[in-house]
């Protein structure tokens, strides 16, 4: 009974927890339908002469939950009124599907050599890949500025894809996959005479499917968010990803800042739900805790 209750008592007490995460996402979503007059008697981010006058010196934020009148004007205006959010939209694609996709081929193929490459100093340059891995960002942005300057692509995208197609986290990921798999068969397929590009496409990668999913998954939310790297590399307002403008879009239309939020969340959302499963199986056979 008492093991009953502490269970109970566990239970609840994620459950509550996990309303309290998810509170923010359900006042965006809500409010996203509030009007924009609404919005700005809630929530103020600028002061007038009025509010200096009467002692008030900072913004105020009353958070609401329900909009008092369900309107819809704030997605008319991000998608319809206002064609600059799709632009910084589809810009925000052209920086994160090419990193995806060179990021899975690239690991996948280091991983393979990993797996299958008989050095004694292996492990150790497996290890110095870990070491970089680890590394905050702001201690390898100064070098790969410095090499985007020298390859002359500093005021591009390219600046941003390129280290995100050759990050070391996705071949440690796959390896620790590769690793999981049973030796027996590369050992039958070497046997019967397969190739090593063969044994790569049709045994290694059919069961890989997980890690790969998982690996999408996490580069994809990665470079969605991406800001650091876009506000160094990018310097014309009409090739910023969508992830630059919204942390400044408040300075702006406050109006637009719930709607274009919930349609910035949607794309990340919408593929952590489709691949949770694959998500939590690629991780956990990658032996990350």
Partial sequence: MKKKMIHTLNYMALFLLGILFIYPLIVTFTNSFMSEKEIMLHYSTQLSLFDVLEGIKDAFVDMKLIPDQVSGEQYEEVL???????????????????????????????????????????????????????????????????????????????????????????????????????????????????????????????????????????????????????VIFIKEYYREPLSVYLSRIAEGKVGLIFAASCVYMFVPIWFLILGQKDLEKGIELSGIK
């Fill in 80 to 230: 319809i009124t206002q064609p600059s959010f799709l632009v910084l939209l589809t810009n925000s694609m052209k920086i994160t599907f090419p990193v995806v996709i060179g990021n899975v081929l690239v690991s996948l193929l280091s991983a393979y050599g990993f797996t299958l490459w008989q050095w004694k100093y292996k492990e150790a340059l497996f290890r110095l890949y870990v070491i970089v891995m680890l590394m905050p960002l702001q201690a390898v942005i100064v070098p790969n500025y410095i090499i985007a300057d020298t390859l002359q692509i500093k005021d591009s995208n390219l600046a941003i894809i390129l280290p995100g197609i050759f990050a070391p986290f996705g071949t440690f990921l796959l390896r620790q996959n590769m690793k999981a798999m049973s030796k027996e068969y590369f050992e039958a397929a070497s046997v019967d005479g397969a190739s090593i590009g063969y044994i790569f496409l049709y045994i290694v990668v059919p069961q890989m499917k997980s890690g790969i999913s998982a690996l999408s998954i996490l580069v994809f939310i990665e470079y969605w968010n991406l800001v650091e790297q876009a």
